[in-house]
């Protein structure tokens, strides 16, 4: 189901993928890092900064189920957030920070958007949980897309990347940008990410934004490369895989229209639906 598709961007949009390392459940730390990284990105002109999947708390899963009042953001709130609201505002940056929540006894998988006002806009919660998430996180119930500047921009978490169904709902939704804050390890992450993030782009003609950890977290050990991609699922820029780092792109409307123009497949899809379909047996059994 798609909705009312909005008015194709004027002006380029300038974003941030910020990586770096959290230290283990310590809120308080991490939060200075990331308001940090925000005046950083509001130096280099951006609008809009992505972190890493639990950036705030760390991956940390052990720490944030057995102490989650320390160790992860409280829904009903939380005044550990202030120095970095106070950098959104500072800078007129929107920051989309990954944290665990703790919400009304349950936890959750999350993205805050903090505002250029100071405040905790909103949240999205990862719907797509990996296997070892499911018994301690509750996945969430809806997307969420924000419009900034005349771009729409769908937000994801990590694992919610690797499910194609995810990035096109975002797109149907009239979405230009899709931007995920990660958690990719060393090993086959690296590879599972370029594979994903470019697919994800070009079959949606969208751009495409990771933030990814660097150093070691919840006993994963992360690979970096923080990046975008542009709508054809080429690569814009793309950070290290080892150093605190800030990556910066604009995303521009002609190379969006352009790309749109050339590749039609999400203007197709539309008239795609479940239609009648024939089953087919192979093996002499009935279908």
């Known amino acids: 189901m798609t909705t009312e598709q909005p008015p194709p961007p004027s002006q380029p949009l300038r974003v941030a993928a910020a990586q770096a390392c959290p ?14 990284m925000v005046c ?3 130096d280099a002109g951006a609008r809009v900064v992505v972190f890493p999947e639990k950036f705030l708390t760390g991956y940390e899963p052990d720490l944030i189920r057995a102490d989650p009042k320390r160790c992860a953001v ?35 998988v999350s993205a805050l958007v903090l505002g250029t006002d100071g405040t905790w806009l909103s949240r999205y919660d990862k719907q797509l949980l990996f296997s070892t998430e499911q018994e301690i996180y509750c996945p969430g119930a809806q997307g ?11 937000l994801g978490i990590c694992y919610d990347s690797g499910f194609p169904e995810h990035a096109r709902a975002a797109a149907l939704d009239g979405c230009h940008a ?6 990719f390890s060393i090993g086959n ?7 994903w993030f470019p697919s994800r782009a070009f079959d949606n003609t969208m751009y495409t ?13 992360t690979c970096g490369g923080s990046a975008v991609w542009d709508p054809t699922g080429r690569l814009v820029v793309e950070a290290g895989p080892d150093e605190r780092e800030l990556v910066v792109a604009d995303l521009d409307p002609d190379r969006l229209r352009r790309a749109r123009a050339d590749h039609t ?21 009935p279908a």
């Open 23 to 36: 230290e283990p459940g310590d809120l308080t730390a991490n939060i200075a890092t990331a308001a940090a």
């Open 40 to 42: 950083e990105a509001g």
């Open 74 to 108: 409280q829904a009903a709130g939380d005044d550990r957030l202030d120095p970095l609201l106070e950098a959104c505002r500072e800078t007129s940056t929107v920051a989309i920070v990954g944290t665990a929540v703790h919400d009304a006894g349950q936890l959750y």
């Open 144 to 154: 969420l897309s924000l419009d900034i500047d005349g771009w729409r921009l769908g």
């Open 178 to 183: 899709y931007l995920v804050g990660a958690l």
């Open 189 to 195: 992450g690296y590879h599972e990410s370029r594979m």
């Open 209 to 221: 934004v990771l933030a990814n950890h660097v150093g070691s977290t919840g006993g994963w050990s």
């Open 265 to 285: 497949m999400l203007n197709d899809v539309h008239g795609l639906t479940a239609g009648p379909r024939q089953r087919l047996a192979l093996d002499g059994r």
